[in-house]
């Protein structure tokens, strides 16, 4: 029978993936995730001494979460044939992600004027530490020194624990999406001129970028951030607070919902206390504030708290460690967590794609490849026949 059920959003398109690390493979998911051919691209065992850094637990879950859906050819780029055959594979894509150094990719004949005169349409995207020129170059940027350089650091954590590094890698994250709307953007800019171009964008200007308001607020108005912990640099009420069983947030932002706090709690005398007047005022008086608070919330559980301010639309919410956030009714109900499962039968669950599309929606459909897993099948796509593939295996090519 016919399969009638929708294809990908981005189903036919190719796309070589080059990347490593984090912040590449964040980007390449997204275009995987929602159907376009993914070939990642690596280099055959004991050719790069980074190899265990990379893949080196190929069945874990970070491997997985950030491959999936990908084929997988393996391919030696210090010979003149692997170098051949990627040219090869360029001619029949749209999109090549890379995250090398800027020299290595003249070296490789991978820089984009090479690769346009191959094809016209193709659409180079170059993730980097610190921008493809400039005094930095060619230095390594990985995500936690990016960090410090981006500003993050200087304002996570408390005044008193110094600088201290976020837990998740938010500059690889944030580049490797910020390299996706690039690339959507340069694929839908084609359609008017039939031309690719480079698309390039760096770790440390992504984390500047995703400081947002803290860096407008000292480019606009000289205020330079600090770190405030738990508590909100501009608002109050909002930060962290105690129950008698463990912690919540609490996010007032408003008079509205400043009003609506203090009916709630029952305390409307503070709508009339010069010292919580104003949202300014409240920030300025922000340790009384929160101890009066807190000599509230401590009485009573988190689930007490948390449904009587969310029934008074007063946001607010649990703070959940790991396994907890997977026992939230509306995490499942959003089906946050997908699965696929390997060739000998591993069920792997990954974090699916947090935007929807209704009529295409993203899919998780294979786990991460093996290494090399496609070699021969995308070699057979090329023109290469049996010998030649053989041939190619013979001499470590592939």
């Known amino acids: 029978m016919q399969d009638f059920s929708p294809q990908g959003a981005l189903t036919g398109l190719r796309v070589l993936d080059l990347s490593r690390v ?28 980074n190899d265990s850094m990379f893949a080196d637990h190929r069945k874990g879950g970070d491997f997985q979460n950030l491959n999936r859906n990908k084929r997988g050819l393996t391919l030696n780029l ?56 400039g005094p930095y170059a060619k230095r390594p940027g990985f995500d936690q020194i990016i960090q410090g350089m981006g500003g993050l650091m200087s304002l996570t954590g408390t005044r008193e624990s110094g600088p201290t590094r976020a837990g998740i890698a ?38 500047i970028a995703m400081l947002d308001f803290q860096v407008a607020r000292y480019l606009v108005e000289g205020d330079i951030p600090a770190p405030a912990g738990n508590d909100h640099p501009t608002a109050a009420p909002m930060g962290a607070y105690e129950a008698v069983d463990g912690a919540f947030n609490l ?29 300014r005022a409240r ?31 007063i946001p607010a919410g649990p703070i959940y ?8 009714k ?23 794609q947090p935007v929807t599309l209704e009529r295409t929606p993203a899919k998780i459909s294979s786990p991460a490849p093996e290494l090399g897993e496609h070699t021969d099948v995308i070699l057979r796509e090329l023109g290469f026949s049996a010998t030649a593939i053989a041939e190619l295996h013979s001499s470590n090519v592939v």
């Open 78 to 133: 210090k010979t003149p044939e692997g170098i051949e055959i990627l040219h090869r594979l360029v001619k029949t894509a749209d999109v090549v992600v890379e995250n090398w150094r800027p020299d290595v990719k003249a070296r490789l004949g991978m820089d984009y004027e090479t690769l346009s005169r191959l094809n016209q349409r193709v659409i180079l995207a170059s993730i980097s530490g610190f921008g493809q020129d």
């Open 321 to 328: 460690s790991v396994p907890q956030i997977f026992e939230d």
């Open 251 to 279: 996010g007032v932002s408003g008079a509205g919902q400043w009003e609506a706090l203090c009916r709630t709690l029952e305390r409307a005398e503070w709508l009339t206390d010069p010292r919580f007047e104003s949202n």
């Open 330 to 352: 509306q995490v499942q109900h959003l089906g946050v967590v997908q699965e696929a499962v390997t060739a000998d039968g591993q069920v792997v669950p990954m974090i699916a």
């Open 22 to 49: 984090r912040a590449g493979p964040t980007c390449v998911r997204m275009l995987a995730d929602f159907g376009a051919d993914v070939i990642r691209i690596e280099p055959p065992r004991g050719v790069d001494a």
């Open 170 to 207: 938010v500059a690889d994250s944030s580049t490797g999406l910020y390299a996706a709307i690039g690339i959507l953007t340069a694929l839908f800019e084609r359609e008017r001129s039939g031309k690719g171009q480079w698309v390039h964008t760096s770790l440390l200007h992504s984390q």
């Open 283 to 313: 920030v300025q008086n922000r340790l009384q504030l929160n101890a009066a608070l807190q000599s509230i919330f401590e009485t009573k559980t988190v689930e007490h708290w948390v449904t009587l301010l969310n029934d008074a639309s």
